[in-house]
């Protein structure tokens, strides 16, 4: 019903945080370098999860747009699924990106020789 919120929400933080660190020079941290491809896959999930609840008439173009929330009952159960159904999914969707950038990041370093970049750049030291 509008489990999709949940990772909306998320990617929204992520978004701010992003764009709070986005003119910093140097970021010593991979995770931060690589918020950029989180905000990707939440914003990405979503807008397909949106979309598949639209598709089947659970979000409308008219107030209360969810159509869960005009009856209590309904709510009540709207609100259960965004917090399983919808915490789970932004959960498996950041413990997948913790992942990839822990595996992309020891691909660089292995990569490079002595483990010294240049700094700023994917360049190596010689």
Same mark, same amino acid.
């Given at each position: 019903?509008?489990? $999709?919120?949940?990772?909306?929400? %998320?990617? &929204? &933080?992520?978004?701010? !945080?992003?764009? /709070?660190? *986005?003119? %910093?020079? %140097?970021? /010593?941290?991979? $995770?931060?370098?690589?918020?950029?491809?989180?905000?990707?896959?939440?914003?990405?999930?979503?807008?397909?999860?949106? $979309? @598949?609840?639209?598709?089947?008439? %659970?979000?409308?173009?008219? $107030?209360?747009?969810?159509?869960?929330?005009?009856?209590?009952? *309904?709510?009540?159960?709207?609100?259960? @699924?965004?917090?399983?159904?919808?915490?789970?999914?932004?959960?498996?969707?950041?413990?997948?990106?913790?992942?990839?950038?822990?595996? =992309?990041?020891? !691909?660089?370093?292995? =990569? @490079?020789? *002595?483990? /010294?970049?240049?700094?700023?750049?994917?360049?190596?030291?010689?």
């Amino acid at each position: 019903m509008a489990c $999709f919120l949940v990772p909306a929400a %998320e990617a &929204v &933080v992520t978004t701010v !945080i992003k764009k /709070k660190t *986005d003119g %910093e020079k %140097e970021i /010593k941290s991979p $995770f931060v370098k690589r918020l950029g491809w989180l905000n990707n896959m939440l914003w990405g999930g979503s807008a397909l999860l949106a $979309f @598949e609840h639209v598709w089947h008439g %659970e979000v409308t173009p008219w $107030f209360p747009f969810l159509t869960a929330a005009s009856n209590p009952a *309904d709510a009540a159960e709207m609100l259960t @699924e965004m917090a399983t159904s919808g915490v789970g999914m932004s959960l498996l969707v950041t413990a997948a990106w913790v992942g990839v950038v822990a595996v =992309s990041n020891n !691909i660089l370093k292995r =990569s @490079e020789p *002595d483990g /010294k970049r240049l700094p700023g750049g994917t360049e190596t030291v010689k």
